[in-house]
């Protein structure tokens, strides 16, 4: 991302939780994903939630991106939200939390410790704008951290992060922005802070035609995509750091298990995975 400007793709999936909050095929609701986003972005999921705009193309082209973005966020939402309620840990870390607003919406984390870590810029602005929601969450814990630059252990340990109780660590949206060195060094301190009972989820792309596209989107924002990985390639690594994959699915087929609409509105997108792991024993050889 651009120093000094929050994350624009952070914002532009947020709008896509907006945009399908209570207007999907499935029980599909996020009541914070507005009050996250700016007045301008307010206004224009207003806008996509009143229908397709005249035949001009640029708008036209916006506002399908916006609707199959809506449509994958439900998949995507859904299916980690499912994993964490599963989990029930005492201790949830978000990496590159972003607009996410789980622990202001979650009942299921009334017992939870919910640690944020994003970049400084992106987490400045957050703070501002969940000051009028209620917490649902025991208590929320930010933890500011560039993860290009940042010591990642450092900084839990400094927000009171307990490496010897279990923890849900949910890995949305960041893996593909990173390098492989940057992914290494990240879950090499999620696998030293995770007690036995820990999961883990990651969303990741992995190689396909349409990233080209995509990924000329995104460097346009300034968060170029750095890793793609095959999910023989991702298992692998879970497993080097101490983590067994519990399942691990493509978008469509998530999307498909959800409701047809959503199965048809994320055909395309099966270059983007969530893999869902588990602590494995630490007697055990990894």
């Not at 991106?65 to 949830?92: C, F, W």
């Not at 820990?198 to 190689?207: A, C, E, F, G, M």
């Not at 994959?245 to 270059?271: F, K, V, Y």
């Amino acid at each position: 991302m651009k120093s000094g400007i929050a994350s624009e793709t952070a914002a532009i999936v947020c709008m896509g939780r907006a945009i399908a909050h209570g207007r999907t095929a499935v029980a599909f609701s996020d009541p914070t994903a507005m009050p996250l986003l700016s007045t301008e972005q307010q206004a224009e999921v207003g806008r996509i939630r009143q229908g397709p705009p005249p035949k001009e193309w640029r708008a036209r082209f916006r506002y399908e991106h916006l609707v199959r973005e809506s449509q994958l966020m439900v998949a995507r939402t859904m299916a980690i939200d499912a994993e964490l309620r599963d989990a029930a840990v005492p201790q949830v870390v978000i990496l590159g939390a972003g607009l996410d607003g789980r622990a202001w919406r979650m009942r299921e984390l009334a017992r939870a410790a919910v640690f944020e870590v994003d970049h400084p810029d992106s987490q400045r602005q957050k703070l501002q704008r969940v000051a009028p929601l209620r917490l649902e969450a025991r208590e929320i814990r930010f933890v500011p951290l560039d993860f290009t630059h940042g010591d990642l252990a450092q900084s839990l340990e400094a927000a009171g992060h307990n490496p010897h109780v279990p923890t849900t660590w949910i890995w949305e949206g960041v893996v593909m922005y990173l390098t492989r060195a940057e992914i290494k060094s990240t879950l090499s301190t999620v696998e030293a802070r995770s007690a036995q009972g820990s999961r883990l989820i990651v969303v990741y792309h992995q190689p396909a035609l349409l990233l080209l596209l995509l990924a000329v989107m995104v460097r346009r924002m300034g968060e170029p995509i750095r890793t793609v990985l095959t999910q023989r390639q991702m298992r692998k690594l879970l497993d080097r750091y101490g983590f067994s994959t519990r399942w691990d699915r493509d978008i469509p087929t998530i999307g498909s298990e959800l409701s047809a609409e959503i199965g048809r509105a994320t055909r395309l997108m099966r270059h983007l995975r969530i893999v869902a792991a588990e602590r494995k024993n630490k007697a055990s050889p990894a």
